[in-house]
């Protein structure tokens, strides 16, 4: 989701008249949509390539704010879960529910990342597009950072099906340190993967973490 503005700030930029203006965003519409649609096509690729690979899955979208990326995963004929913590996001997305196509595909539900109320070996695959990487926004110290990053990894491993589920995360990690935290969780914590940087020389930027669970 290429900036227009300053970086967002977890949760001021998502609550109240903000959370409207995020909805209403043109651009971010097409940001969100377009970042889900290569995050799909990273997923498609990575399963093999061909129609086949294509689903339909149960995928969950993690932090899905007021619905942009499970719309084009809903049209993409997969069934959707979508999480996020805050209710002026979620209650627009779930205003919009009817205006979606395959809208009856789609469960909305208000719960944090770090506490999935979600079935063990019960989800496809996993996206995140722009949210993932506020997880740790109110753990202060390296360690707690730490702690967070590698249960919610626990936990993401746990949730999926079986062995080719993929979690594709789309986020802007602030430096090199922050990248190197989520990445080792999911190393650490049962998963493989890749990053891909839309421009690879830029340290921070948009990036992609396709990971896939192995054990
Ligand atoms: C950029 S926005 C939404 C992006 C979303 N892809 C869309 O299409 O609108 C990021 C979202 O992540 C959510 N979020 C941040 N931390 C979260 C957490 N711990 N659990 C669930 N959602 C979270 C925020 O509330 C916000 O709605």
Same mark, same amino acid.
């Given at each position: 989701?290429?900036?227009?503005?300053?970086?967002?700030?977890?949760?001021?930029?998502?609550?109240?008249?903000?959370?409207?203006?995020?909805?209403?965003?043109?651009?971010?519409?097409?940001?969100?949509?377009?970042?889900?649609?290569?995050?799909?096509?990273?997923?498609?690729?990575?399963?093999?390539?061909?129609?086949?690979?294509?689903?339909?899955?149960?995928?969950?979208?993690?932090?899905?704010?007021?619905?942009?990326?499970?719309?084009?995963?809903?049209? +993409?004929?997969? %069934?959707?879960?979508?999480?996020?913590?805050? &209710?002026?996001?979620?209650?627009?997305? *779930?205003?919009? @529910? !009817?205006?979606?196509?395959?809208?009856?595909?789609?469960?909305?539900?208000?719960?944090?990342?770090?506490?999935?109320?979600?079935?063990?070996?019960?989800?496809?695959?996993?996206?995140?597009?722009?949210?993932?990487?506020?997880?740790?926004?109110?753990? +202060?110290?390296? %360690?707690?950072?730490?702690?967070?990053?590698? &249960?919610?990894?626990?936990?993401?491993? *746990?949730?999926? @099906? !079986?062995?080719?589920?993929?979690?594709?995360?789309?986020?802007?990690?602030?430096?090199?340190?922050?990248?190197?935290?989520?990445?080792?969780?999911?190393?650490?914590?049962?998963?493989?993967?890749?990053?891909?940087?839309?421009?690879?020389?830029?340290?921070?930027?948009?990036?992609?973490?396709?990971?896939?669970?192995?054990?």
């Amino acid at each position: 989701m290429p900036r227009k503005s300053d970086p967002p700030k977890f949760p001021d930029s998502y609550i109240g008249e903000k959370a409207k203006e995020y909805d209403t965003l043109i651009w971010m519409e097409r940001n969100q949509k377009k970042a889900t649609v290569m995050a799909l096509n990273y997923l498609y690729s990575d399963l093999g390539g061909n129609k086949q690979f294509r689903g339909p899955y149960l995928i969950l979208d993690l932090g899905c704010g007021t619905g942009y990326s499970s719309e084009v995963l809903l049209e +993409n004929g997969h %069934r959707v879960i979508g999480i996020d913590i805050l &209710n002026d996001m979620i209650i627009k997305a *779930r205003n919009k @529910k !009817n205006f979606f196509q395959n809208h009856n595909n789609l469960e909305l539900v208000l719960a944090d990342i770090n506490h999935l109320p979600l079935k063990s070996k019960s989800i496809d695959h996993i996206i995140s597009i722009s949210g993932y990487n506020f997880i740790t926004h109110n753990k +202060n110290s390296v %360690r707690d950072k730490i702690k967070i990053v590698n &249960n919610t990894a626990k936990y993401l491993h *746990r949730i999926l @099906k !079986n062995e080719t589920g993929q979690i594709i995360i789309e986020f802007y990690p602030k430096d090199e340190q922050e990248l190197d935290l989520f990445v080792s969780s999911f190393k650490k914590n049962g998963f493989d993967g890749y990053l891909i940087k839309s421009k690879p020389n830029q340290k921070a930027g948009q990036t992609f973490l396709s990971l896939k669970k192995i054990k």
